[in-house]
């Protein structure tokens, strides 16, 4: 896996994270090293709603950044059942599930990373329920579904795990949100274990694609370094 710093992906992160802090529209802390927030996410999260895939899905898996806030509250008061990842995946227990019904109306709190953390449920991939529809973060989109992350791998992880398990198929729809200018009409590297995408929503357009890129089918294990196993309870437990 390419690591942060380095690798054809981080020029591409750097250009559009210094693009969104110069035309001002990264919200604070900025945008630089992170899925950057932007002006205009929760138009974005009410277009997404508007989605055939969005109205249909029963079951999220949402990444836990704040540009993607107000697409997970809107998933939890609209009833959908919203898995979202512990920070790096270091438990047995990798995923945090918030059931609506069990909230109490909490969903705003739920929604965000500590919220989430205090109102939801641990539960290991065995417990969970087959995801209809993912919402994943991204620094840097192209039109054919091609998508960059901030590079620490995570989104990808979760996804392989999920996948892996049965609970992600052919059928499952994967979403993004974004601002116009994190939309690049260019060519961007993927790799075996990186998530093409169905649908990129920004503020203003809702873009439809075909992805001509293979969608992982679980965890390949070669390409992950022995730090990175060792690290995450349920890959350390797992065969090399």
């Known amino acids: 896996m390419e690591h942060p710093a380095s690798g054809p992906k981080q020029p591409i992160r750097e250009r559009v994270w210094r693009a969104m802090q110069e035309a001002r529209v990264a919200r604070f802390p900025g945008a630089v090293g992170r899925i ?7 138009r974005a999260a009410a277009r997404a709603a508007n989605l055939e895939a969005w109205k249909r899905a029963q079951v999220l898996k949402c990444n836990p950044d704040s540009p993607q806030l107000a697409l997970r509250k809107r998933a939890l008061q609209e009833g959908k059942l919203v898995y979202m990842a512990v920070p790096r995946l270091a438990s047995e227990r990798p995923f945090i599930e918030l059931d609506p019904a069990r909230l109490g109306g ?3 709190d739920a929604a965000s990373i500590k919220g989430a953390a205090h109102l939801g449920r641990p539960v290991a991939l065995e417990e969970m329920r087959p995801v209809d529809l993912i919402v994943c ?13 901030k590079g620490g791998g995570y989104s990808d992880l979760e996804f392989a795990l ?3 398990a049965g609970l992600i198929t052919k059928h499952t729809v994967i979403i993004t949100t974004v601002h116009a200018l994190q939309v ?3 060519e ?5 274990h990186d998530i093409p995408l169905d649908a990129i929503v ?8 075909k992805p001509p890129y293979k969608r992982p089918k679980g965890i390949y294990r070669g390409m992950l370094p022995a730090e990175k196993r060792a690290e995450i309870p349920v890959l350390a437990r797992m065969k090399t």
């Open 188 to 192: 961007l590297p993927m790799t075996a």
């Open 106 to 108: 909490t969903f705003h």
């Open 184 to 186: 690049l009409d260019e």
């Open 137 to 149: 973060g991204s620094v840097a989109v192209n039109r054919k579904g091609a998508r960059i992350g």
């Open 36 to 42: 950057p927030n932007f002006v205009g996410a929760e």
């Open 202 to 209: 920004t503020p203003g357009e809702t873009i439809l694609c």
């Open 162 to 164: 999920a996948a892996e």
